[in-house]
């Protein structure tokens, strides 16, 4: 089987089989970082000073008051560090700051016998600020020209031409909020030196290699020095991708300076405070379409709001600009991206890493431009979806894009779309003060790092004389099922039975070099990489294996544990036992295993290439129930149709789009970062920093019904085993929940009128908004009643004035509802 997606006869792919550690998740005993903490004899930990400004300089620092406290051991300061002062990778990240650019920011950290020791000597530590001035919003940042990083543009033809141009123009502005992470296990690091002076660090990181490089780069050491083991993660979403470097850093120069074992744990209030979040976006954008309600041009500035440093706020927007098209083919389009630097946490990596970002403007574009083009939303939506022989802006063709109209016209059918919307229609005719919407949306993402270099993974599988499988390879585990997906490929490659492969932890001695587990590519590349080794350990055990059969090795066969010959029927010999007259051969059982994405380009100075090996697609169906008195709602049933290839794992499949759909409705419609904008003595704190003020999706936010469905006969050539990958484009299908909220609101005025709603769409929000359509439809009846007594007036008094036109103006520079924009 030397095809990367061909599987062979009874394969452990496309088995539903429950997460690896699902038996140790629910009895409690899968480890985590801080649950190593116990075997660490005279482990220190480590307590944070933070900041109380959003923008200061630290005058004074001073230290003995801390080390007065009883358990107190050490206070690390910029003093300690032997390397270089820095947690990022832009050389903007200072691990211990001499100017505080955030309200929470840790000026220093303070090492102790326990935990309470610690937090009392950094509650002694005294810290003189002089207070800067501040920035917080991206309306102040954009007002006050504050950037960093580049300012990319995305462009295809004229877009200027093609608006001036365009019979139906539009323009407007949308502002999106950030997201918490919130996973259940918070920042956690441990780390400790052994006898030759190897450190040693635990961590809680999707990133094993890049905390490896950078605790190595604060420690002035050489990567070879340090090692970096992730067993599991309790959730990471994007915020353990970059978020976690200087956190291990903290803990490695403790161990190294007190020669101690020193564990690093954010409370769940240090970690919404000090750690980045999903980017906040701004977009200022004008369209134009055709008679028929297709796209003919998009002219868009979209800003995110970066925080205090890059982090990895360049290739968010950067995917934000790639994925602004969504699921829609726009002939000319130009969009400039740029990132705001404001005084709050750095955003960082936060599942789909700015695509849902993009997608979400041209959704909220579609939503709001189709009642003035007077085209229900759903068709407006199918009649600009891509179709076969299109390429996106930045120059990749679209290939399956007949997928999207597929999945499009299947997942109507089994949504019974058709009559569930007429049945809306009837419901709000029948309740005055308690409305229905239903929407449906697509889901167009692509598949691989913007940076190419990226796309490559390692791994080393052993297998033992007696036939049992050990695989490690680069990817890391945060409950996404990437283990159990690593070990059936292993044995889908080998041909044994799943319970013959084991897997050894994440570690930067076994595997280096890795990419983050991120961009939804843990499977592709990590399956590909472990596919490769377990192919070569295969080919020489058939050649083993052939010699004894007396065949050509390319007609032996591996399946479920028992090696054969195409034609042998009545003879077979146990997988162990191929292994072991390997052993005595003197062949090797052991490999290490590589996979690079081929067919990647992108010139990212001119954003034009190929980025993505492929793209997922999907599109749901979502229904919901809106109270006119207090914008509170009901999600009653979502339908979901998702392409994931051939999945390698159905029920982790399943489970990911279910999570990730959930999390997204959460983004779109719960989840409101606030922070404190005042000019008083709180400015910059955050005010939603535990889940008691920071609203999660729970069980109660779940639909009524859901129902989810794998798209069919969908195998994706050239990725492992012909699956493709699910973790980040699911949270998208969350699109049709918001844009049903927003024709739940609408419901209440007239069917013309566009309707602007905020995101996340809070039940706060969708009340504001419903209550601009009461308003919206008390003017129009008002109106209309004053035309009727003028025309009565008219009547009785001769010659009546010419009537008042109340129809939209048609003029290509101006739309009714949505803001003209100049031409220019």
Known sequence: MKSLAERPVNPAVGLTVPHESAALHVTGTALYTDDLVG???????????????????????????????????????????????????????????????????????????????ARLGAAAVEVEYEVLPSLLTLTEAI????????????????????????????????????????????????????????????????????????????????????????????????????????????????????????????????????????????????????????????????????????????????????????SYFIPDIEVHGRIAKTNKTSQTAFRGFGG???????????????????????????????????????????????????????LAGLA?????????????????????????????????????????????????????????????????????????????????????????????????????????????????????ACDQIRDRLAEVAARRFNIHPDDVRFVDGRVTGIGFHDQDLAFAEVVNDAYFQRIPLFAAGYYRTEGLHWDAARMQGEPFKYFSYGAAVSEVEVDGFTGAYRFLRTDIVHDVGDSLSPLVDLGQIEGAFVQGAGWLTLEELRWDTSDGPDRGRLATQAASTYKLPAFSEMPDVLNVHLYERATESGVVYGSKAVGEPPLMLAFSVREALRAAAAAFGPVDRPLELASPATPEAVFWA??????ALAETLGDAAAEAGSQVA????????????????RSPSRERGLAPRARE
Not at 797 to 805: L, S
């Open 39 to 117: 075997r660490m004899p005279g482990c220190l930990h480590a307590w944070p000073v933070q900041a109380p400004h959003a923008h200061a300089r630290v005058a004074a620092l001073r230290t003995e008051g801390a080390m007065a406290v009883p358990g107190v051991v050490r206070v690390l300061t910029a003093a300690d560090v032997p390397g270089t002062n820095d947690a990022g990778t832009k050389e903007d990240e200072p691990l211990f700051p001499g100017e505080v650019m955030y309200y929470g920011h840790a000026v220093c950290w303070v090492l102790g016998e326990t935990l309470e020791a």
């Open 143 to 326: 007002a006050a020209g504050s950037f960093q990083g580049h300012q990319p543009t995305l462009s295809r033809g004229d877009a200027a031409g093609a608006l001036e141009a365009a019979p139906r123009r539009f323009a407007g502005t949308f502002e999106l909020g950030g997201q918490e992470h919130f996973y259940l296990e918070t920042h956690a690091s441990l780390a400790y030196v052994d006898e030759a002076g190897q450190v040693f660090i635990h961590a809680s990181t999707q990133h094993p290699s890049e905390t490896q490089e950078i605790a190595a780069h604060v420690l002035g050491r050489s990567s070879s020095e340090v090692t970096v083991q992730c067993l599991r993660m309790g959730g990471g979403f994007g915020g353990k991708e970059m978020q976690p470097h200087g956190l291990a850093a903290v803990a490695a120069l403790g161990a190294v300076l007190t020669g101690r074992p020193v564990r690093l744990r954010l409370n769940r209030t240090q970690d919404m405070t000090m750690t980045g979040k999903r980017h906040p976006f701004h977009a200022d954008w004008e369209v134009g379409f055709d008679d028929d309600g297709r796209f003919l041009a998009l002219r868009a500035t979209i800003t995110s709001d970066g925080g205090w440093c890059l982090d990895l706020s360049e290739p968010v927007l950067a995917r934000a600009l790639c994925h602004i098209d969504n």
């Open 356 to 410: 849902p970002q993009g997608m979400l403007v041209i959704e909220d574009i579609l939503g709001r431009c189709a009642p003035t083009l007077g085209i229900d939303p759903t068709e407006l939506r199918r009649r600009n979806l891509y179709v076969p022989g299109q390429s996106t802006p930045y120059g990749q063709p679209v290939r399956h894009a007949e997928r999207l109209l597929d999945i499009w016209t299947r």
């Open 416 to 532: 019974d779309l058709e009559s569930r919307a007429a049945a809306v229609v009837r419901f709000n005719e029948a309740h005055e003060h308690t409305k229905r919407g239903i929407a449906m949306t697509p889901v167009k993402f692509g598949i691989s790092f913007n940076l190419t270099a990226f796309n490559q993974a390692g791994a080393l599988v052993h297998v033992y004389k007696d036939g049992s499988v050990l695989i490690n390879h680069g990817g890391t585990e945060m409950g996404q099922g990437l283990h159990t997906k690593m070990r059936q490929v292993a044995a889908t490659a080998l041909g044994i039975p799943l319970g013959g492969v084991r897997l050894a932890p994440t570690r930067t001695d076994k595997v280096p070099n890795t990419s983050a587990t991120a961009a939804s590519s843990g499977a592709d590349l990590n399956g590909g990489a472990v596919k490769n």
């Open 770 to 775: 419903l209550q601009g359509a009461r308003d």
């Open 794 to 809: 008219g009547e009785e008094g001769g010659a009546a004035g010419p009537p008042r036109q109340h129809s939209p103006d």
